[in-house]
T-cell receptor, first 113, second 113 residues
C-alpha cells in the first residue's frame, strides 16, 4: 500500500522557471516530511524537510509548502537550473511509535538550458 | 556519501544463488537500513537495525535476511536470488529516530538472471 503518492512522474522545465512537485499522504500520524534529491549513480541526499506545525519552509531556491488539512505537501524550485536536473523523492515518517521513512515514487526533473 | 561504503557496486548472479551485500559505515551511527529502488516504487525499506544484533523487518522483507554483528557493518543476504530481486540496493544510516535524516550510500546494482 502506497502511503505517499507523488506526482508528476517526470517534469521538464525551462531554465529560470519554477518546478513544482506534489505529494499526498494518508497516515495522519506522520510528523516529518523530508525531500531527497538524487543524481544519477548516487544515493539520495536530504534536500529540505518540514514538520506539520508550519505551512512553509524555504531554503534558498527550494520551498516546501504544507497543507495539513488536505494532507498534501509540495516542493517548489524557483529559478530552476540545469544543475537541478535530478530525481526528487518526497517522504514521510513518524517521530514516535515507529520511525521508518516512507518514500514517494519519485519525480525525474529535467531543466532545459 | 557520508562515510558509507557499499560493496559490491555491481553484481550479476543467477537465479537460485545466494548473494550478500555489505554496508560499512565510519560515522558510528546507531541506525542502519537497507532499501531497494525500483522504477515507479521509489525506495522501499527491506530491513533495518537499531543496534548490534537488533534488526527488524521493513515493508518488503520477504526473501531477504540481515545481520549486524558490529556497529559499522550491516549485511543484506538474498538466500536464493530471484529475478524479482533485480534492483538497486541502497544502504542508509541515521543517528536519530525523530526528524530522521538518512544518509545513503552509492548503491549496489544487482542483476539476477
Amino acid at each position: 500500500q502506497q502511503q505517499v503518492k507523488q506526482s508528476p512522474q517526470s517534469l521538464i522545465v525551462q531554465k529560470g522557471g519554477i518546478s513544482i512537485i506534489n505529494c499526498a499522504y494518508e497516515n495522519t500520524a506522520f510528523d516529518y516530511f523530508p525531500w531527497y534529491q538524487q543524481f544519477p549513480g548516487k544515493g539520495p541526499a536530504l534536500l529540505i524537510a518540514i514538520r506539520p506545525d508550519v505551512s512553509e519552509k524555504k531554503e534558498g531556491r527550494f520551498t516546501i509548502s504544507f497543507n495539513k488539512s488536505a494532507k498534501q505537501f509540495s516542493l517548489h524550485i524557483m529559478d530552476s537550473q540545469p544543475g537541478d536536473s535530478a530525481t526528487y523523492f518526497c517522504a514521510a515518517s513518524k517521530g514516535t511509535g515507529g520511525f521508518k521513512t516512507i518514500f514517494g515514487a519519485g519525480t525525474r526533473l529535467f531543466v532545459k538550458a | 556519501d557520508a562515510g558509507i561504503t557499499q560493496s559490491p557496486r555491481h553484481k550479476v548472479t543467477e537465479t537460485g544463488t545466494p548473494v550478500t551485500l555489505r554496508c560499512h559505515q565510519t560515522e558510528n551511527h546507531r541506525y542502519m537500513y537497507w532499501y531497494r529502488q525500483d522504477p515507479g516504487h521509489g525506495l522501499r525499506l527491506i530491513h533495518y537495525s537499531y543496534g548490534v544484533k537488533d534488526t527488524d523487518k521493513g515493508e518488503v522483507s520477504d526473501g531477504y535476511s540481515v545481520s549486524r554483528s558490529k556497529t559499522e557493518d550491516f549485511l543484506l543476504t538474498l538466500e536464493s536470488a530471484t529475478s524479482s530481486q533485480t534492483s538497486v540496493y541502497f544502504c542508509a544510516i541515521s543517528d536519530r529516530i525523530r526528524d530522521e535524516k538518512l544518509f545513503f550510500g552509492s548503491g549496489t546494482q544487482l542483476s539476477v538472471l
